[in-house]
C-alpha cells in the first residue's frame, strides 16, 4: 500500500548513467541532430530489412555508450500486451485497407494481406527502434545538456522572432520542477489518505469511482503549482529578469571532428535504411 | 493583452508543463478503461488551463511538453510515432483559448466550461484523426474510441478546468489580479 505513495521513486526523468563513452562525450547539439535523423528515418521506413538493419543499428549504440541494453528492454517490457493486442486487431481489420500485396485469408470483413502483415511486424519493430533509440540519447545525456543543446540547436529560429531563449527557460522549469510536484503529490495523498481517503484501489471497471478519486489530489495541485509559479513570477521580476534580452552564457560548446563523424554517420545510417528495397 | 512571452507565460507555462510531465509519469495521468486505447487520459488538461489563463501561445508550449513527454513515456505503439503524439497536441490549448475569448463575454463560467470541453475533444479527435491518417487505427476503431475515453476524458475536463480557472481567477469576489508586479509592466 505505500508503495502507492513513493511517487518520486518512479521517477525516471533526467534519469543519466554516466559512463564517460564517446557517445556520452559527443556535443549535445550535435548528438540531438544525430538522433532527430536517425528517428525521421524510423519513422518512415517500412520494409523488412530496413527496420531489422535499423534494430542492429539500436543495439550497436547501445554497445558503444556501454550502457547495459536491459535499460532499453525494460521500457519495452510493459507495452507488450498491447503490442499483441494491436497487433491482432491490425492483422484482422486492416486487410481493406493496406491494399495490394497476396490476399492469405480472407473472411466476411476480416481480410488478411501480404502488406497488413508487414504493416503489422514494421510497427512493432518501429516501436523498438525507437524505444532503445530514446534510451540511448536520456541515458547518455543530463538534462542540462539537453536543454542546452536545444537551445543552440534551434539558435537559427531567433531570425524569425521564436523566443527560443524563453522557450528552453519554459523546459528548464518544466523539468526543474517535476519532482517538487511529486513530493507535493505525495503529501496530499498521505493526508487525503489519513482522513479515510482511498486511491487506486477500486475495481478498474468502476471509471467514475477511480476518477472521482482523482479530483481531491489533482485540483490541489494545480492550485500549489500556480501559487509556486506567482512566487517564481515575483523572485524573477525582483531580480530583473527581463525575457529576451541578450546575456553571457556559462556552458559553452566547441563540436570536434567526432561530433560531425556522429552526425554523418546518422546521415549514412538513415540513407541505407531507407534505400533497402525490400 | 501584452504582447510576446512575460516573465509570467514563461514560467506558468513551465509550472504546468511539469504537472503535465508528473502525470504521466506517475500514471496518475490515466484513467483506465477498457477500450483499444487503453486509457482516458487528463494528461491534455494543464495545457488547456495554460491556454484559458495566459493565451494561446502558452497552451501551445504546453501542448508541446505534453506531446513529447507522452512521446518518450509511450507504452503503446501509437504514441511512438511523433506525429500522432506531438503535432496534434499542439492544438488543445490554441482551441481552449479562442474558445474561451469568443465565449467569455456570455459568462464566464460557461466560456471556462466549454474551453475545457473543447480543448478535451481536440486532443481526442486530432489523435484518433492522425492515427487513422497514419494507420494504427481503422476508422471504426477510432470512432469507438472517441466515444467511450473521448467523452469521459472530456467530462472530466471540464470539472478540473472549471475548479481549478474558477478558483484562480476567484469569479465572484473582486477578482484583482494576482501578481504583484507583473501588471504594472
New interface residues.
Given amino acids: 500500500m505505500s508503495a502507492e505513495f513513493e511517487?518520486t521513486r518512479?521517477?525516471?526523468?533526467g534519469q543519466y548513467l554516466p559512463t564517460g563513452s564517446i557517445v556520452h562525450r559527443l556535443d549535445p547539439r550535435f548528438k540531438l541532430a544525430a538522433f532527430v535523423v536517425l528517428?525521421l528515418a524510423i519513422?518512415i521506413c517500412n520494409t523488412y530489412v530496413g527496420n531489422v538493419f535499423a534494430i542492429v543499428m539500436c543495439v550497436w549504440l547501445f554497445q558503444v555508450s556501454k550502457i547495459p541494453i536491459h535499460y532499453g528492454i525494460s521500457g519495452i517490457k510493459?507495452?507488450i500486451p498491447?503490442?499483441i493486442?494491436?497487433a491482432i486487431?491490425?492483422l484482422l481489420?486492416?486487410g481493406g485497407?493496406?491494399n495490394g500485396g497476396a490476399v492469405y485469408f480472407e473472411y466476411g470483413f476480416v481480410k488478411i494481406t501480404s502488406e497488413s502483415i508487414r504493416?503489422v511486424l514494421v510497427?512493432?519493430m518501429?516501436?523498438v527502434e525507437?524505444?532503445f533509440l530514446?534510451s540511448v540519447l536520456?541515458l547518455s545525456t543530463s538534462t542540462t545538456e539537453l536543454t542546452h543543446g536545444m537551445e543552440r540547436l534551434l539558435g537559427p529560429l531567433q531570425k524569425v522572432k521564436f523566443?527560443v531563449h524563453?522557450?528552453a527557460?519554459?523546459?528548464?522549469?518544466?523539468?526543474?520542477?517535476?519532482p517538487?510536484?511529486?513530493m507535493e503529490?505525495e503529501k496530499m495523498m498521505k493526508a487525503q489518505a489519513s482522513r479515510g481517503a482511498d486511491f487506486g484501489t477500486g475495481e478498474?471497471?468502476r471509471?467514475v469511482q477511480?476518477?472521482k478519486d482523482?479530483?481531491p489530489?489533482?485540483?490541489p495541485?494545480?492550485?500549489v503549482?500556480?501559487a509556486?509559479?506567482?512566487d517564481?513570477?515575483?523572485a524573477?521580476?525582483a531580480r530583473c529578469?527581463i525575457?529576451?534580452a541578450a546575456r553571457t552564457r556559462f556552458a559553452h560548446y566547441t563540436a570536434t571532428g567526432k561530433d560531425y563523424v556522429a552526425v554523418g554517420l546518422s546521415v549514412v545510417i538513415s540513407v541505407i535504411m531507407l534505400a533497402i528495397p525490400w | 493583452m501584452e504582447k510576446g512571452l512575460t516573465v509570467r507565460r514563461i514560467v506558468i507555462a513551465g509550472v504546468l508543463g511539469a504537472i503535465a510531465i508528473l502525470l504521466g509519469v506517475t500514471r496518475l495521468g490515466y484513467i483506465p478503461v477498457p477500450t483499444a486505447a487503453g486509457n482516458a487520459t487528463i494528461l491534455h488538461i494543464p495545457a488547456v488551463i495554460g491556454g484559458i489563463m495566459e493565451g494561446w501561445g502558452v497552451g501551445m508550449i504546453i501542448g508541446l511538453i505534453f506531446g513529447v513527454s507522452s512521446f518518450l513515456n509511450a507504452t503503446v505503439p501509437l504514441f511512438k510515432d511523433p506525429l500522432v503524439a506531438i503535432l496534434p497536441r499542439l492544438f488543445i490549448g490554441v482551441t481552449a483559448y479562442f474558445t474561451y475569448v469568443g465565449l467569455k463575454n456570455v459568462n464566464q463560467y460557461v466560456a471556462i466550461g466549454v474551453a475545457g470541453f473543447v480543448g478535451s475533444m481536440t486532443n481526442t479527435l486530432l489523435v484518433l484523426g492522425m492515427a487513422v491518417i497514419r494507420g494504427y487505427m481503422a476508422a471504426g476503431v477510432a470512432a469507438t474510441v472517441a466515444i467511450t475515453s473521448g467523452l469521459p476524458e472530456a467530462i472530466v475536463s471540464v470539472i478540473v478546468t472549471l475548479a481549478v480557472v474558477a478558483a484562480w481567477k476567484k469569479l465572484g469576489s473582486s477578482g484583482k489580479q494576482k501578481s504583484k508586479i507583473s501588471g504594472d509592466f
Fill in positions: 511517487l518512479n521517477i525516471t526523468i528517428i519513422a510493459p507495452a498491447f503490442i493486442v494491436l486487431l491490425q481489420f486492416y485497407i493496406a504493416l510497427s512493432a518501429r516501436f525507437v524505444i530514446s536520456t523566443p524563453a522557450f527557460l519554459i523546459i528548464t522549469i518544466a523539468i526543474r520542477f517535476v517538487t510536484f511529486a503529490m478498474w471497471w471509471i477511480r476518477t482523482m479530483f489530489i489533482i485540483i495541485l494545480f492550485n503549482a500556480l509556486r509559479a506567482e517564481l513570477i515575483l524573477m521580476e529578469y525575457p529576451g
